[in-house]
C-alpha cells in the first residue's frame, strides 16, 4: 500500500471529524447523525490503518 495515500487519508479523516465537531451547531439537523457516522466510519478505518502500518514496518 502506498504510505503517502494514507498519511493523506488519516489527515483528511481526522480533520474531517474535529470541523464537524466545532460547527456542528451549523450543520442542518437531517445531515448531522449521518454525517456522525460517516465521520467515525473514517476515523475507524484511519486507526486500522495507523495500526496496520506499524505492524507491517515490523516485517
Do not use: C, K
Not at 498519511?7 to 437531517?30: D, H, K, T
Not at 490503518?49 to 514496518?57: A, D, E, N, T
Request: aromatic share 14%; hydrophobic share 60%.
Amino acid at each position: 500500500m502506498n504510505s503517502e495515500s494514507n498519511i493523506i487519508f488519516i489527515i483528511a479523516s481526522f480533520s474531517l471529524a474535529v470541523v464537524l465537531i466545532l460547527s456542528r451547531e451549523r450543520i442542518p439537523g437531517p445531515l448531522r447523525r449521518p454525517m456522525a457516522i460517516l465521520s467515525i466510519l473514517f476515523v475507524l478505518f484511519a486507526f486500522f490503518l495507523i495500526v496496520y502500518s506499524f505492524v507491517r514496518l515490523g516485517t
